[in-house]
């Protein structure tokens, strides 16, 4: 089955700081959507990346899609405390269904 | 709110019981999805509907489970003789899939959730 793996699962930096978040998928991608879920709170849709080696920025976010379709990195700039939730990868396998598939998810913590 | 909504929005149960879930899609989505998270963990997919047609079921759909989406709507989701293990979050999320535009390109929307507890 597909196998989706997310890198850290906990990231905890001070405010202010750079970051990181990487999702790899053992199975070439149809397309891939992030979500943030804040505590308490339900998955949000934030961005869906469908073209080989794409990037989308929203604000201090910045999304990109492998070259090979198999992985997507998110990246934070300047994070700020509002930035604090889990944030999910949900790829759809090329040629399978029309479901998502959720990594475990990357836990970001701010120190203000 | 034309988000989606799920009632009820926490579900307390002993061991043994029935319950059902429902969930509101966002009016014009023709496509509903039900999902289970744990602490810790992502969603996971349990079902989905495209209007009241239940395309895919998870195996990790027992028999205990059904969902239903009569009128392609709002749909409902029964555990029957619930056990601890059930415990967990159920989600629904619905979308608007246009064949036009391709296989994989709904944007999926999430409700609050219900919080399912089973003592």
């Known amino acids: 089955g597909q196998q989706v793996m997310q890198i850290p699962q906990y990231q905890h930096v001070q405010e202010g700081e750079d970051f990181t978040t990487y999702c790899n998928s053992s199975?070439?991608?149809?397309?891939i959507q992030w979500y943030k879920q804040r505590p308490g709170g339900h998955p949000v849709f934030l961005i869906q990346?469908?073209?080989?080696?794409e990037v989308k920025k929203q604000k201090r976010l910045t999304f990109q899609f492998g070259e090979a379709k198999k992985n997507s990195s998110l990246h934070i700039t300047a994070t700020q405390t509002t930035d604090v939730g889990t944030y999910f990868c949900?790829?759809?396998?090329?040629?399978?269904?029309?479901?998502?598939?959720f990594g475990k998810g990357m836990k970001l913590t701010v120190n203000p | 709110d034309t988000g989606v909504s799920q009632n009820p929005r926490h579900k307390i149960t002993k061991r043994g019981q029935n319950v059902t879930f429902r969930c509101d899609p966002i009016?014009?989505?023709?496509?509903l999805y039900w999902y289970r998270q744990t602490l810790g963990q992502g969603p996971e997919f349990l079902t989905y509907?495209?209007?009241?047609?239940?395309?895919?079921k998870s195996r990790l759909l027992s028999d205990r489970f059904s969902a239903e989406r009569p009128k392609g709507s709002f749909s409902t989701l029964e555990i029957q003789r619930t056990e601890q293990g059930d415990s967990a979050m159920y989600l629904c999320?619905?979308?608007?899939?246009?064949?036009?535009?391709?296989?994989?390109?709904?944007?999926?929307?999430f409700g609050p959730g219900t919080r399912l507890t089973v003592l």
């Open positions: 949900a790829p759809r396998r090329e040629g399978g269904s029309e479901k998502l598939v």
């Open positions: 999320a619905s979308s608007l899939a246009r064949p036009a535009s391709g296989p994989h390109t709904d944007t999926q929307y």
């Open positions: 509907f495209q209007n009241e047609a239940q395309l895919e």
């Open positions: 990346l469908v073209k080989s080696g």
């Open positions: 009016s014009e989505h023709n496509r």
């Open positions: 199975t070439t991608l149809s397309n």
